[in-house]
Each structure stands twice: as C-alpha cells, then as structure tokens.
C-alpha cells in the first residue's frame, strides 16, 4: 500500500499542470464523468432533504463506499494535499487543493460527508493543539478515511453556552477518567474517534476549568445513544460516560486551556458548514425554476423576484466564502468572518424554505404522491436543524455585531 508522499510522481514538488494532469488521470481511471447535468422535472429521485435520513443498513453501505474511495484517493496522493508530509499530507499550497476540487466536481464519486466533522472539524483540532504521539496516531488515519470522528461538545445544559459544561475528567496516574453525558453528537454512531471538552476544574472560572482530549469511542464505558429527528432519520446521538479512561497523552492542548482547543474547533465548524464542507447546502436554481413551472407560477413577478432574490444572495454569499477560504488555504486561522460564512447559507436557506412555502402550499403538508412536491418538507424541516447547528442564528449574529462590527459586548450573566 502506499501513503501520499510515496505515491508515484509526488515525491518532487510538481508544477500546478503536472498536478492536474495527474488528478485528472486518477479520476479518468477510477471514477465516471458527470453527463451535463440537467434538471428534469420528475425524472430521478425527488430526495432533498437536509439532514442524512438512512436507515443503519444504508448507513453501512454508505460508509463503506465512502472509506473505500477516500482510501484510493489517499494512496494516490489527493487525501491530503495541503497537509504536513511527516503525518501523510503533500505540503502543497491552497492552489492545488482548488485543483483538485474543481477537477473531482466532474466526476461522479461516493459521498464523503461522513468525515466531513472529522477532516473539516477535528483533524484541525489535532494538528493544532494535540501531542505528536497522537498527531501520529489519527492524521493520517482520518484522512485516509480508516477513522471516522464526532465532536463531542454540547450537552442537555451547555449549547450555546459552551463553557457551563459539566462532564467530568479526572487525572489518574497517566490516565483521565471521564464521567458525563454529551447530546446531539452527529455520527457518533459511525464514529472511531471523538474530540471531547471536560471540566477538569470545577472551582476555577468556567471558561478557564475546561480541558480537551482525543477519546476512543470504543473503550469500554461509552454508550451511543440514538436520538430521532423530526425528519424522521436519527444522525445525531446522546453518548454517555461512565468511568472512561483516557491515555494523558490524549490530551489536547493545555490542562483547563480546553476553551482555546474548542475555539479552533467552532471556528472550523462554521467555515466548514459555510463552505459546504458538511455537504449541506442550497437546492440548485434549475430545481427551484422548476418548482416553480410545475405549479404554473414562473410567470408570476413575485415569484421571480423571490428566486432572483434567492440565487443573487446565494452567490454573495460563494464569494465572500472562497474569499475567506482562500485565506485559511494561505494558512491564516478562521476567524469571526467564518460566522458571516454559516449566517449566509442558513439565511439562504430560509428563504428557500419560505419560496417553496408559497409555491407549493399544502401540498407541502399533505403526501398526495405527486413528484417533487412533498419531498420538499424534509429540506424544510431540516433547515431549523441547520440554524443551530454550530452556532445558533442569534449567537453569530452577536459574535458578528461585537467581533467583526465593534459593536458593544452583551452583558455577561456570570
Ligand atoms: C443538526 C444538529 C447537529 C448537531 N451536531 C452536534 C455535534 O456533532 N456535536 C455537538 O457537540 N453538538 C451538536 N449540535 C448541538 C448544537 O451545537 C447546539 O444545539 C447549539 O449550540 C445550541 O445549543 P442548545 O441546543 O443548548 O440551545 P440553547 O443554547 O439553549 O439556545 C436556545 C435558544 O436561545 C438562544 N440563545 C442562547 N444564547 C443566546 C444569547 N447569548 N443571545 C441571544 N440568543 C441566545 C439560541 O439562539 C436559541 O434560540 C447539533 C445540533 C443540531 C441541530
């Protein structure tokens, strides 16, 4: 088998042309172009849903489709592009990584979104405050696609507010027990890994008795609980801890500097939902147009400005996103602009929702069997979902308003 950096042809630095020939070879190879591809109403499936509505058997083969390409596209030298060579990656700059995305959107390749909070969220996580022990242990490994992860944050008590976060860890020898309940954990089902943030210090200020590990979410005393969403589909989980014992080594950052260590995770988070990264986003325009013939009404003005209005914002919003991904990609971190990134999608979000609201009125409530019709209720239902999902709508506005506006800071309750 080999690993990124042996791959042949990727031990030179190759020239940009070089790089895209080879990719586009790769995928010539392993993967069936996409025919232009457009949008027939009632041709296909109707399926438009936000958040994954499988069952445990979809979700097995999913995953194993999805491991299964992430491991070609690994061993030939494209899982890893901009990352350090000693944990797999190539070392090459944002431009080829902008290469190899646009070259793979011509093909048609499994979904990787079942590692999109391990690549987007947690292998950042890793590469910046974990040990190299662990470093060694998981990188390659996530990007490989051999490892899934989740990230273990909220709980039944602490959303928003992160840091009155009441799971336990204490230190024991060379070891951390951990005692708890996480909620609302996406993937944890599927998951290998979890970044987890703990109170190891009940008496210092909450920001400041927080501490972040890398937990097997394997060992014994874990327990993944499914939770049914409204959709109908259960993506997210509870996971309790019971006297889990975590290595010291898998600690990640400083004992109670666990606050920085979720800071670069929510940050990642927000660029990585704004910039689809989580594999959500909006329905196509050509979709929606069509929406709006099969019920006779794209003729109406209201009804064009409502999806001129939708398509005109979606696009701001792309540019201000490669704007700020052109800055992660030149290594700069994510910062408060990210929240505008997540903001703009889930505001885009909701005016689909209210478009397809007028445009399909009850046939949106009630399954009359009609194609492209009631299939629009899970993109509805999903959307609330997405407007908490990593930042509530309200709690960005307020990091927007007093981070990147100067507004004046919210009194503090505590
Ligand atoms: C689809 C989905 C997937 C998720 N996946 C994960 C995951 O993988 N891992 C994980 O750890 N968590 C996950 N979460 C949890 C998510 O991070 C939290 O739900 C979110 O942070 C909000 O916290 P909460 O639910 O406790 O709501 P609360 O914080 O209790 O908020 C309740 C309401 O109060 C408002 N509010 C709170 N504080 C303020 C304020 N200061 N100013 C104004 N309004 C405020 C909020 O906007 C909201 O409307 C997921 C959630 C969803 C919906």
């Known amino acids: 088998m080999t690993t990124a950096s042996t791959a042949p042809g990727t031990d030179a630095v190759p020239t940009p042309e070089e790089f895209e020939r080879a990719a586009r070879g790769f995928l010539d190879a392993h993967a069936e172009k996409r025919s232009e591809e457009t949008f027939v109403w009632g041709e296909g499936s109707d399926s438009v849903s936000v958040l994954p509505e499988r069952t445990p058997e979809q979700e097995a083969a999913d995953l194993a489709a999805a491991r299964a390409w992430a491991q070609q596209v690994f ?9 350090p060579t000693e944990y797999g990656g190539r070392a090459l700059s944002g431009e080829y990584q902008r290469l190899w995305n646009t070259a793979g959107a ?5 979904s990787l979104s079942v590692y999109g909070i391990g690549l987007g969220m947690v292998a ?11 470093k060694a242990a998981y990188l390659r490994r996530l990007h490989r696609g ?4 989740c990230q273990l944050f909220s709980e039944p008590s602490s959303g928003s507010d992160l840091a009155s976060l009441q799971t336990r860890a ?6 951390w027990v951990l005692n708890g309940q996480k909620v609302w954990t996406s993937g944890a089902q599927v998951s290998d890994i979890g970044e987890i943030i703990c109170r190891t210090d009940p008496d210092l200020p909450k920001h400041r008795g927080l501490t972040g590990f890398v937990v097997d979410m394997h060992a014994p005393g874990v327990e ?8 109908g589909g259960a993506s997210f989980n509870e996971v309790f801890f019971t006297d889990v014992r975590v290595p010291h080594s898998h600690l990640l950052g400083e004992v109670n500097g666990g606050w920085t260590v979720a800071l670069t995770t929510l940050m990642n988070e927000r660029a990585a939902i704004g910039g689809g ?13 069509e929406v709006a013939r099969a019920r006779g009404k794209a003729g109406d003005p209201l009804v064009r400005q409502q999806l001129a209005d939708i398509f005109i914002n979606d696009r701001v919003a792309r540019y201000t996103n490669e704007r700020a991904m052109a800055k992660i990609a030149a290594g700069q971190l994510p910062g408060p602009e990210m929240s505008l990134a997540k903001l703009s999608l889930t505001a885009n979000m909701l005016r689909t929702s209210e478009a397809l609201s007028s445009l399909l009125g009850m046939a949106l409530v009630a399954d009359t069997g009609a194609w492209g019709t009631y299939a629009w209720s899970q993109f509805l239902l999903g959307v609330p979902g997405m407007r908490i999902a990593g930042g509530t709508d309200e709690v960005l506005r307020n990091i927007v308003g007093e981070r990147v506006l100067g507004l004046p800071k919210e009194p503090a309750l505590n």
């Open 170 to 175: 204490v230190r024991d020898g060379d070891e």
């Open 75 to 83: 061993d030939a030298g494209f899982g890893w592009i901009t990352g």
């Open 106 to 110: 011509e093909y048609r390749t499994p």
């Open 277 to 289: 990264g989580g594999g959500v986003g909006l329905p196509t325009s050509s979709r929606l147009i």
């Open 124 to 134: 950042p996580t890793i590469l910046a405050h974990a040990t190299d022990e662990v």
């Open 146 to 149: 051999d490892i899934v992860a």
């Open 224 to 231: 993944v609980r499914p939770l049914r969403q409204m959709t």
